[in-house]
């Protein structure tokens, strides 16, 4: 039997969402005003978390989130920001981020400065700043659920070109009823969902596909 100790009890995240169920909703005050996940009904969602405005690792992605945001558009999916920062602090930054760097903030960022959308969505890791969220990353689809999780450190950004293959590459297995192996892009082989009897299994290796093994059977979109 596994004891957890109080003080690792008190330690440990919020309970995090999980995949393939409805993500958490919310309600929040944002730089483009209240939105609300409803708001993005029939949109796939990217809702990331960054520690904190006006430091440089969180500048870096949000530039490149922001000189992305036509292609993620060509995707049906809109992006929206947060940080435990206040409403204020999120438009300044946005305004120094145009003065100084010369691009338009053009996404909202949540002003969660009473931390509910990150405890609900699980941003607040052990060791990290009782004010400060994770690098996380949360993919909804258009029907609201929560289809990926991706974390990086509070010294690393994110790579915002693994999260649009990523997008593609969910979008691709949603429409086709497939899986993509490592590192896939669009024009490569997917993978064919695997037999789940054996006489599904001997009858696989008759169809006529790229199979390697029962188990292992990709082909051309």
């Not at 206040?86 to 338009?104: E, L, P, T």
């Amino acid at each position: 039997m596994n004891v957890i100790s109080p003080i690792a009890a008190a330690q440990a995240p919020a309970g995090l969402p999980r995949m393939n169920e409805p993500a958490p909703d919310f309600s929040a005050l944002t730089t483009h005003g209240v939105k609300s996940l409803s708001d993005y009904a029939g949109k796939w969602l990217i809702l990331f978390s960054h520690p904190a405005d006006f430091t440089p690792v969180c500048t870096t992605e949000f530039t490149v989130f922001a000189a992305r945001s036509a292609d993620f558009a060509k995707l049906n999916t809109e992006l929206l920001g947060l940080s435990i920062d206040s409403h204020y602090a999120h438009i300044a930054w946005v305004r120094s981020i145009k003065q100084s760097f010369g691009v338009d903030i053009t996404f909202p960022i949540i002003a969660d400065l009473d931390m509910k959308v990150a405890q609900a969505y699980g941003m607040i890791m052990p060791g990290a700043s009782d004010t400060q969220a994770v690098r996380a990353t949360f993919v909804i689809d258009p029907e609201g659920k929560l289809r990926a999780m991706v974390y990086y450190p509070m010294t690393n950004g994110r790579c915002v070109d693994e999260i649009y293959r990523l997008i593609v590459a969910l979008q691709t297995s949603v429409e086709h009823k497939v899986a993509t192996p490592e590192n896939w892009r669009p024009g490569q082989p997917v993978i064919v969902p695997t037999p789940q009897t054996t006489d599904a299994a001997e009858a696989r290796m008759a169809e006529g596909l790229d199979t390697v093994d029962w188990y292992f059977t990709t082909r051309t979109l």
